[in-house]
């Protein structure tokens, strides 16, 4: 099962996810979550705290990629496991953008201000699903 929860600054859209992507409501779930977000420059896909991806999850973050692209907003992935880069890698020819904290910083206009890194994603909660 997957959390997850959305929250915006400016225009810039932080998609948390949380648990697990392997399943198909999963992996619906994150794919709605993202494609409401078309009203924004960048969505950042947060996926420092994702326990697993597999085949479906992998295919829709392909498929996100490519999406994000066609309607002109930067996807970037935030901190995603080594076994999850590596999958991506495996499965996909596309190229993802991996993004550190510095940079995030720097897409939320906090860089140069001491900011630990949990009000990155603890600020305004938009909507949450479980």
Request: net charge negative.
């Amino acid at each position: 099962m997957a959390n997850i929860q959305i929250e915006k600054i400016a225009d810039v859209a932080v998609v948390h996810c949380e648990g697990r992507i392997v399943h198909s409501d999963a992996a619906f779930r994150l794919r709605d979550a993202v494609t409401r977000q078309s009203d924004v420059r960048v969505i950042i896909l947060d996926l420092s705290d994702l326990k697993a991806l597999e085949g479906g999850g992998l295919g829709m973050l392909v498929f996100l990629h490519r999406w994000s692209r066609d309607h002109g907003i930067h996807l970037k992935l935030f901190d995603p496991p080594i076994r999850v880069q590596r999958k991506l890698k495996y499965v996909s020819s596309e190229e993802f953008e991996i993004v550190g904290t510095d940079e995030v910083l720097s897409l939320m206009g906090w860089e140069g201000r001491p900011k630990p890194v949990d009000a990155v994603f603890g600020t305004v909660v938009v909507e949450k699903s479980v």
